[in-house]
Each structure stands twice: as structure tokens, then as C-alpha cells.
């Protein structure tokens, strides 16, 4: 890498040096050591140096320097070697560089407080090299908040960047550099420090660190640890342990590695040992564009799933006393809320014990201890009789002496900063990740009437396909929709209403009345919900830009609302099963605490039929084992079948193998009650059932065997799996052997080979998700099903129907787009000849599910959890429900169509009720089922509902 092929050399810069002074008129002089080991690139032969043999530490580490760790002398790092240039072909290096890290950040530790004056950065800003700015902070307490640090920003030049005038006892600096958009390194030649020697009576203004374990402030010694891999960041001051950090007296901190059971001491596993058994470790974050930050993204654990020893012990050589102690836990991928089954014991008594983890996943804990013989031990542990679930990980943990008032005090307050510390790292790195593309309103807001600036808001009736944002204003059709719908007994039906404020409301409120007709619809029938509108991925899932976005449906009927924002709520009338036919009237109220009221006539017509089950599966993918054996999986189960949902995809119980006496055998028992007890629910399938697991567990248990042998011992456990699924109490399962084969040609060639096998089993059926049509032509001769997520041409479809394979089709549940969502399960993929669809996901999330940054990707939830167990709807989701009741109108006009053919004079009605289902369907050459008849509008479109409505009406005075 050569910049225009120069080297940064400017003597003149050189000859200003010599004479800078401060403000003091004290002779500045270079404090960063720069070039004095690099005698033949050096530029800073003629510099005047104060030699500090300070050091400076990077974050996170540098791709360049890989395999270096984080810390360099400023006499031996590549930051500070005297050579300012980006000419690549050199020894050494005269460059470093962060790859597609959207922030690196270096700290400069001068050992002693200096007066700085001038601080000056060389930085590359050319190509795919981008340097957006550079921030200087005082080296200070990283715990603190960055504003009581700053000492000035730049937006970064190419070359040099330079700090004047500071004239600041420090003894150290933090420079933080930030990417440019759409570029990948952020590269740096040099960094100088200016300064003169500090007062004699100067005091650090930072933190010491003691050695690599402790930490000194003041008087007071404390001991701050991140666990984790070597090349993840590390949090603040702490110290980064990873899995192989075995203790030795001389380290004075690490792991003790258990042998036989029993924890080893120095005198067996000396500083020569460097494995911990059981012991591992995760970064949960990587290169990954999400929310993070250095203490809670890595890890260490351990786990009964892969390793016998699970218990393990961290032990740190501190002064006898009193301590307090927090530890940080959580995984943001795959941790799970709840109580946590392991527990944290402080000299040999269990100070933690079934922490909580909330939604998040993430929590800290808090605990005195006594140490009385110079060194403080802490003991993890986990007991569960699920071998995957016996676990326990450890993120971070700070010990501070309690011993005085003053310690106390200054424990409680370190372990607030190292909160706060936490969260300020977690939003700055949204801020620098993530850009927002707001909506923007482009309609004028109607006329306000006098009643409406009385009352302090317009209230409107917005279609409920219409996606309303907190800047929305009503169109004027809003203003004059009735609001209402009709729907058959035991059939659930969406509404809305909405208001624009005038001013700030507060305490506004929805509600309705009793609905009177033939007779009456008690208000309780009507689920009242606020919409809430949060930021939201736009785009791909994994896409960096959002926006603030209608989504939740919340129980909450009382919300303030803003000057100038629109508000809106969502109305779900469920018609009594026993109501009568005919049209029910009533009134919606909205009013303010502090404003008017509104009243909006609502009209219900229910029809004089029931609806029939719709002819095609909807279903689920659905992380069963999270909710298996808790009373929450019923409670996920009853709310898919109440949105129309008949399978789900899943896999996650898996049964255990077996080799007895050669053989292999599938204990089964919890796969068929959990089958057994969601058929009873409404679940009756088929359900595409993950085996993807199944040739490791047979390896596992069946080692160096034959491929042949594998394949009859794969055959033997789908047929024991068969014959569960052909039981009349379960659902049936289709075997899922590989995800996506159109990722890569090697899944596509084990999907073609456990597929075969899968056939040559009596009654067993393959269910394969075919992402790319071509992988599937090349591979999928030997799947039953094809399923299909990619917009597949007409002719497509034909060809492998005409190979006598089956086609679904499945898509994510995440759409932001009520029509869309409604479509893809409704009119718009009945026109499609795929006989069930699926959704991703039921509750998929990593991290806080109402953080939609924190993971890789964004969450997929159609029903979010809460803390009380209670699900929280979203607008796809219910949209879904009214996709599938599309489908339901078309199974109940298609039976009375079928009834009537076979009355006197009936096969006329029948044959036009056919006719108008055809037109209903028609008007839309493309294959798309989320966009079918996308040029009418939303009244237009739930107009094609009603068509079918008054062709059931003829129908059935035919046969009655």
C-alpha cells in the first residue's frame, strides 16, 4: 500500500518543532519515543525527545498486527517506529489498520503526568482507507463519561491531523478514530505526543494500572477482569482473561484446571500449563453490524453438552479483607430468560444463585465476601438434567475492598460507572453503525375544523392496511371512512381509528361501547390495543439503515402523545360464536385528560354463516424446546392456532440415540408427548421436522463406522421416527435434513444424499428449502418437497410439478406491510399451485427482543414476549390471521359451490360463484404473492372479500 508513492518527510514540520513552546514558554519536546529503534526510516533524527517509555494499547486489536496482542512500547510499535509514510514494502512496517471496524481506539499511556501541548495524528484517506474523524480524550478514567474527558474532534485529513494549544497535565491520551461510510480500514502511520516534564507535585488524573491485575486509584487498589477469546475487545481498564489463562503466582490471577474432579494448584499445573478442561469461550459479535459492547459480547462457559467438567474456579491473590464483588452474565444468541440453573460461590459459599436473566439476556450480580488467606476464589457450577442446559458463563468481573466508609463508597460508585460505561459504549456504537432514513410525510394536513382545535386533535379513521408513522397526517378519505367491518360468527376482524394532535395530550384514551343489534356484542369483545411506532432494520436483515416504524400492538389503551404526532389504535372485534345475524351498532370514544373527546359510530355486520378451515397449511417456524415442559408453550401454541396457524417447522427435541448392543435405538418418549400435546391444541401439521443433527449424533455414538453402515443406521432412526410421525394422535413430519440448499453446492450434495434415504423409508417424506431454482434442478431429483422462498416464474413451477415433486413455499413473518403480509398467506399465494406456507419466525431474536440491533440480523418476532409471559402482537402478525381468513372465505364459497351443484337448479349459481372466485383471483399476471392486485387501494382490495361474501349469500338461499 503506497500512498501516490511519497513518503510523508516534510523537514520543514521538523524545523517548526524544534521551536515549539507552551504557554509557559517551556520547549515542547516529542514524549511517544517516535523512531528511536528505526534507524534507517526514522524522520525524527533532529527531534528533541523527553523520553517517557510509555506504551499504548489498542481496541479493538489491529488486523495488521495480528497475532501481536493490544499493547506495544511506544519504542517498538508500528504507531510510534519514526515512520510517518504508507509505503508497504517495508521493514518494518510503517502502518496500522483496523478492518471493517467501525471504531478503533488507542490509548497512550505517558506513566507519569506530563504538560501536553500538541498531539498530532498521520492518518490514510485514499481508496478503501477512510477516516471519518479523530477524537482526543484525556487518558483518564474510561468509566467516565466522555464529555468530563473530550478534549477536541477533528474531521479527519489525509495525513496529518493535529491538536494544538491543550496545555493539560495528563499522563496519557485516548485517540478514537471513526470510519467513513463505505469504507473498510482505518489506517494510521504515526501518532506524536508533545509535551514538557509536568509540575514536580503533578498526580495522575487516571486510573494506574497495577501490573496486568489491578488497578490503582489513589489510595484505593481494585481488580476489574473481561473474560473472553484473545482477539475480542476488551472492556475499559480491564483485564482481558481468555479460556487458557491458568493461574500461576507470578500472573497472580487465572483459572484453576480441575483434574479428576478436583481443582489443580500451582504445584501441578504451573505456568508451564495453558488449558483449562471444560472451560471455552465465545464472541458473540465478531464482524457482526450489530449493538454491542466489549464486556457482554464475549465470554467464557462451560457446558455438561461438551465437556464432563463443568464446574470451574477463577482465583485472584489479593490483601485479607472485606470485598465487594459484581460479575457480568449473558448471551445475547443463545441465552435464555429466566432463572438461570447455576449459581457463583465466594470462599466455598454461594453468593449467586438463580440469577435472573432478564428479556435481554444480560444481567450483573452483586456480592460481599471475606478473604482470609490471600486470595480470593470463586467457584461456578450448574446442576440441570438437560445436559445442554447445564451451564454457566462468565462475561466480566471487578472486585473492590470494602473495608472503610470511603471504599464502600467508592465500590458502589465504580460499579454505577461500569453500568453506565456499558450502556454509553452500546449507544455509541449504534450511533456509529446504524443511519436513519425517517419517513417523510409529503401530504399536507387537511383543514382543521373548529371542533378539532377545541378538542386538541383530528380524529380519523385510517384503513387498517394503511401503515401510519408518528408523522403521518390523515387523507382526506380518512376523515370521512365509517368505521366498521363485517364478519362471521367466531371470526376475528381488524379496525382502526387514529388521531392527529394539535397540542401535547395527555392521558388519551380509546374505548367502546356495548354494540346493539339483534342483540347485543359486549364491549369486552373488542381488543383495544395503542400502536406502537420504534426503530426498526429497514431493508435487508441485515441492513444498517432504519427507521421509526409502526409494529407492536400493546395492551395499553392510556398514552400521551406529542405536539403534531399521529396516534393510532388498533380495534379486534371477536364475534361471539353464538351472535346472530345482522348489523350491530356502536360507539368508539377517544378523549385527552387535557383535551376534547371524539365519538365515532361503529358498525359490525355479522353474517348468517360460519367459515370453513382453509384448504392449505400455515404454519411456524418455531424454537419448540425454548418454551417445551413451561406453561408458556401453550400459550405460543393457542395464539398461532388462534391466527390461523395449523404446523410449524420444527426440530430443536430431538430424540436421544442410543447404541444398545449394537443397535441403534431413538428414545422418543419426549418427542411424542410434546407432538401428542400441540395436535390436541390445534396443531395437526405437517410439520418440516430439522434433521440436521442426526448423522453427528449417530457418529457420536456410533464411532468408525463404514459410510455404508452410517447410511443404514441414518435409515433405521428415520424409520423409528416414522413411526411416531404415522401415529393418528401426532402430527406428521417432514424430514428436514438441510436449510437453504442454494447457499452452498455441499449442502445441496447432502441434501440430495440424506434425502435419498429418507425415501427408501415406507411413508417417510423429505422437505427441502430450495433458495436458488437452479441448486434445486442440480440436487433435488431426490426431495418429496420443494420449498421454495424466491419468486419462482410460472414455468418453473410447472416443470417441477411435472417431476411429480410437492412445492410449499415459506418467507419471513417480518414485513412492515399489513397488505403484504395479508397476501402472502391470502389471495396472493392461493393463485400460487403451493400447498402450505411457513413463516421465519415465531419468536426469533438475539439479544433484547425490543432491541432490533443488538444481534447480526434483525429480530423476526410475529408475537413478541414480555416479562409476564403475556405475547404482544405485531401488525404482520395479524394481518397473517386475516391472509388465512381470505382463504377461508374461498374454502366456504368453494363448499356451497360444491352443495349447490348438486341441487335442482342449482349448477347455474354454482358455476357463477365460480366465475366471480376466478375474477377475484385474476387482474394480475405476476407470480409475486405478496404484490397481487397492488394497483387498487386498500378499500378496493378488502372489497374482494365481500365479492365472495354476497356469492356465499346467493348459495346458500340455494340450498336452503
Not at 452474565?329 to 460461590?345: L, M, T
Request: charged content about 25%; overall charge negative; aromatic content about 10%.
Amino acid at each position: 500500500m503506497n500512498r501516490g508513492g511519497s513518503i510523508v518527510h516534510r523537514n520543514l514540520f521538523l524545523v517548526m518543532l524544534l521551536f515549539a513552546v507552551n504557554a509557559w514558554g517551556q520547549e515542547l519536546k516529542l514524549l511517544t519515543d517516535n523512531g528511536l529503534t528505526n534507524e534507517k526510516f526514522s524522520t525524527y533524527r533532529d527531534a528533541r525527545f523527553l523520553r517517557s517509555g510509555g506504551k499504548y494499547v489498542v481496541n479493538p486489536l489491529l488486523a495488521s498486527d495480528r497475532g501481536a496482542g493490544d499493547t506495544f512500547p511506544f519504542a517498538g510499535g508500528t504507531l510510534t517506529n519514526g515512520d510517518a509514510s504508507f509505503t508497504s514494502k517495508r521493514e518494518p512496517g510503517p502502518y496500522s489498520y483496523w478492518q471493517s471496524a467501525p471504531r478503533g481506539e488507542v490509548v497512550f499511556d505517558l506513566l507519569k503526568p506530563y504538560r501536553v501541548g500538541k498531539v498530532r495524528v498521520c492518518v490514510l484517506n485514499s481508496g478503501p482507507h477512510g477516516t471519518e474523524r479523530v477524537e482526543l480524550y484525556k487518558k483518564g478514567d474510561p468509566l467516565e463519561f466522555p464529555e468530563a474527558l473530550k478534549m477536541g474532534e477533528l474531521r479527519a485529513q489525509d495525513g496529518w491531523n493535529e491538536f494544538t494549544d491543550l496545555d493539560t497535565i495528563l499522563d496519557g491520551i485516548r485517540l478514537v478514530l471513526t470510519l467513513q461510510k463505505g469504507k473498510t480500514y482505518l489506517t494510521v502511520s504515526e501518532v506524536e505526543i508533545w509535551g514538557s516534564e509536568g509540575p514536580a507535585q503533578a498526580v495522575a488524573s487516571s486510573p494506574q494500572k497495577v501490573g496486568d491485575k489491578s488497578i490503582r486509584e489513589g489510595s484505593i487498589e481494585w481488580y476489574a477482569f473481561d473474560f473472553g477469546p484473545k482477539d475480542s475487545p476488551v472492556f475499559a481498564n480491564f483485564t482481558g482473561v481468555d479460556k487458557d489463562v491458568v493461574y500461576h503466582k507470578d500472573r497472580g490471577y487465572g483459572f484453576l484446571p480441575y483434574q479428576d474432579g478436583k481443582p489443580g494448584t500451582p504445584s501441578n499445573f504451573g505456568p508451564e500449563s495453558n488449558t483449562v478442561p471444560g472451560l471455552g469461550e465465545r464472541d458473540r459479535i465478531g464482524k457482526a453490524k450489530a449493538i454491542s459492547d466489549s464486556l457482554y459480547r464475549d465470554f467464557v462457559m462451560t457446558s455438561a453438552y461438551y465437556h464432563t467438567q463443568v464446574r470451574q474456579t477463577f482465583v485472584v491473590d489479593v490483601p485479607n479483607g472485606k470485598y465487594r464483588a459484581i460479575t457480568f452474565h449473558g448471551d445475547q444468541e443463545y441465552g435464555e430468560p429466566g432463572e438461570q440453573q447455576w449459581w457463583i460461590e465466594a470462599e466455598e459459599k454461594r453468593v449467586v444463585e438463580r440469577l435472573r436473566f432478564p428479556l435481554s439476556r444480560l444481567a450483573d450480580a452483586v456480592f460481599d465476601t471475606d478473604v482470609a488467606d490471600g486470595q480470593l476464589t470463586l467457584t461456578m457450577d450448574a446442576a440441570h438434567p438437560d445436559m445442554e442446559k447445564r451451564s454457566v458463563l462468565l462475561n466480566g468481573l471487578a472486585v473492590f475492598p470494602i473495608n472503610t466508609q470511603q471504599e464502600r463508597a467508592f465500590a458502589d460508585a465504580k460499579i454505577a460507572k461500569i453500568r453506565a460505561a456499558v450502556q454509553r459504549e452500546r449507544d455509541e456504537r449504534f450511533a456509529s453503525l446504524f443511519t436513519e432514513k425517517p419517513y417523510v410525510e409529503e401530504a399536507p394536513l387537511p383543514p382543521v375544523s373548529a371542533e378539532d382545535e377545541a378538542r386538541g386533535f383530528v380524529p380519523f379513521v385510517p384503513h387498517w392496511m394503511a401503515t401510519i408513522y408518528p408523522n403521518s397526517v390523515p387523507r382526506p378519505k380518512d376523515l370521512t371512512r365509517p368505521l366498521g367491518c363485517f364478519a362471521c360468527p367466531g371470526e376475528c376482524d381488524p379496525m382502526t381509528v387514529a388521531v392527529r394532535s394539535l397540542k401535547d395530550l395527555k392521558g388519551l384514551t380509546c374505548s367502546v361501547s356495548d354494540l346493539s343489534g339483534p342483540e347485543k356484542i359486549p364491549a369486552a369483545s373488542v381488543d383495544i390495543r395503542s400502536v406502537k411506532c420504534w426503530p426498526q432494520r429497514l431493508g435487508s436483515s441485515w441492513g444498517t439503515e432504519w427507521r421509526v416504524m409502526p409494529e407492536l400492538l400493546e395492551a395499553k389503551r392510556v398514552v400521551d402523545v406529542s405536539h403534531n404526532t399521529t396516534q393510532e389504535f388498533w380495534l379486534t372485534i371477536r364475534v361471539p360464536e353464538s351472535a346472530k345475524p345482522g348489523v350491530y351498532r356502536g360507539t368508539a370514544t377517544i378523549v385527552a385528560t387535557n383535551g376534547g373527546k371524539a365519538s365515532i359510530p361503529m358498525t359490525v355486520d355479522v353474517l348468517p354463516f360460519t367459515l370453513e378451515r382453509n384448504e392449505r397449511p400455515v404454519g411456524m417456524y418455531w424454537y419448540e424446546h425454548k418454551v417445551a415442559g413451561t406453561p408458556v408453550r401453550d400459550v405460543h401454541v393457542k395464539d398461532m392456532v388462534e391466527h390461523g396457524m395449523s404446523a410449524a417447522a420444527i426440530g430443536h427435541i430431538f430424540p436421544e440415540v442410543r447404541n444398545e448392543n449394537g443397535k441403534i435405538v431413538l428414545d422418543a418418549s419426549k418427542l411424542t408427548k410434546f407432538l401428542q400435546e400441540i395436535k390436541r391444541l390445534g396443531i395437526g401439521g405437517p410439520l418440516p421436522y430439522h434433521t440436521s443433527t442426526l448423522t453427528s449424533k449417530i457418529k457420536r455414538v456410533f464411532p468408525g463406522k463404514s459410510k455404508e453402515e452410517y447410511d443404514a443406521l441414518y435409515v433405521e432412526a428415520t424409520r423409528q421416527l416414522q413411526d411416531i410421525s404415522s401415529r393418528p394422535d401426532t402430527p406428521q413430519l417432514l424430514y428436514y435434513p438441510v436449510d437453504e440448499i442454494g447457499n452452498a453446492d455441499d449442502r445441496g450434495r447432502q441434501a440430495h444424499d440424506e434425502c435419498a434415504l429418507v425415501t427408501s423409508v415406507p411413508g417417510a417424506v423429505s422437505y427441502i428449502t430450495v433458495n436458488n431454482y437452479a441448486a434445486g434442478e442440480k440436487w433435488g431429483d431426490t426431495f418429496d418437497i420443494w420449498c421454495g422462498n424466491i419468486e419462482y416464474t410460472a414455468e418453473q413451477e410447472k416443470a417441477l410439478l411435472g417431476k411429480g415433486k410437492r412445492y410449499m413455499r415459506y418467507g419471513p413473518a417480518y414485513l412492515n406491510d399489513a397488505r403484504k403480509a395479508r397476501n402472502s398467506c391470502g389471495f396472493g399465494f392461493y393463485r400460487r399451485p403451493a400447498e402450505a406456507m411457513y413463516y421465519w419466525h415465531y419468536q426469533c431474536y438475539q439479544g433484547d427482543p425490543y432491541n432490533d440491533f443488538d444481534g447480526g440480523c434483525r429480530d423476526h418476532c410475529a408475537a413478541y414476549p414480555s416479562e409476564n409471559s403475556e405475547l404482544i402482537p405485531t401488525i404482520d402478525w395479524e394481518s397473517l390471521r386475516e391472509g388465512v381468513d381470505d382463504m377461508r372465505y374461498i374454502a366456504t364459497l368453494k363448499h356451497y359451490a360444491q352443495v349447490a351443484a348438486g341441487k335442482p337448479n342449482g349448477k347455474p349459481f354454482a358455476d357463477s360463484a365460480n366465475r366471480v372466485l376466478a375474477d377475484v383471483l385474476a387482474g394480475d399476471d405476476r407470480v409475486n404473492q405478496y404484490t397481487f392486485r397492488d394497483d387498487l387501494s386498500d378499500d378496493d382490495f378488502h372489497a374482494l372479500r365481500r365479492k365472495l361474501v354476497d356469492e356465499i349469500l346467493k348459495l346458500r338461499k340455494v340450498v336452503q
